[in-house]
């Protein structure tokens, strides 16, 4: 059974950092592309970050790019978002995600396997 489980979220002032980490079991993903979306109330679910297990190319929203970095730990079969001078428009719940074609894709629907959510709050 495949298993994303998302961990590291929680409460961070305006300018703080926070690292979320996405922990995957059921199957090997080394020729995936692990995702990171994002949510918050009203809205879209959108895209944040994505990298390639096999590689490491990755692939940043312009609104994160420069503070947000994604990375993977093969060891570890968990990849990273590790989020610096974090914003209150940064709150949502992020969700981690694994995507089959081998592509740094940017819509959710190219994503095959979802986590349940972290939640992530920046209070100004």
């Known amino acids: 059974q495949v298993q994303l489980v998302e961990s590291g979220g929680g409460l961070v002032q305006a300018g703080g950092s926070l690292r979320l980490s996405c922990a995957t079991s059921?199957?090997?993903?080394?020729?995936?592309?692990m995702g990171w979306f994002r949510q918050a109330p009203g809205k879209e679910r959108e895209f944040v970050a994505a990298?390639?297990?096999?590689?490491?190319?990755?692939n940043y929203a312009g609104s994160v790019k420069g503070r947000f970095t994604i990375s993977r730990d093969s060891a570890k079969n968990t990849v990273y978002l590790q989020m610096n001078s974090l914003k209150p428009e940064d709150t949502a719940v992020y969700y981690c995600?694994?995507?089959?074609?081998?592509?740094?894709?940017?819509?959710?629907?190219?994503?095959?396997?979802w986590g349940q959510g972290t939640q992530v709050t920046v209070s100004s």
């Open positions: 995600a694994a995507e089959s074609s081998g592509y740094l894709a940017t819509t959710r629907h190219a994503y095959d396997y």
């Open positions: 059921g199957r090997a993903f080394s020729s995936y592309v």
């Open positions: 990298i390639r297990w096999s590689g490491g190319s990755t």
